[in-house]
């Protein structure tokens, strides 16, 4: 069996009673009828760190006409950015 990931629509990321990060997740099964909802849990850092992997990855692509502000005013090419300091 194959699984799909996807986000769960209409439902945000939201901050747990832990100070977590919530994001809604939907799991397919192959022929599976029923998908289940569920979270992906994360730390805040956990968060910082798929946040600094995802504008790397998105670092140079167009920006779609929906992007959010953050990528609009913080995307940098890896050889101009500078880090301060690590969390």
Do not use: K
């Not at 692509?61 to 995307?75: F, I, M, W």
């Not at 940098?76 to 300091?85: A, E, L, R, V």
């Amino acid at each position: 069996m194959s699984w799909t990931i996807e986000r769960t629509p209409g439902r945000p990321v939201r901050r747990t009673g832990d100070d977590r990060l919530a994001v809604p997740l939907r799991l397919n099964g192959t022929g599976d009828r029923h998908p289940t909802d569920t979270d992906m849990t994360l730390t805040l850092a956990e968060a910082e760190h798929l946040h600094a992997a995802l504008c790397r990855a998105l670092d140079g692509q167009p920006l779609p006409p929906a992007a959010p502000d953050c990528r609009n005013s913080v995307q940098t090419s890896p050889g101009t950015g500078h880090t301060m300091g690590r969390a």
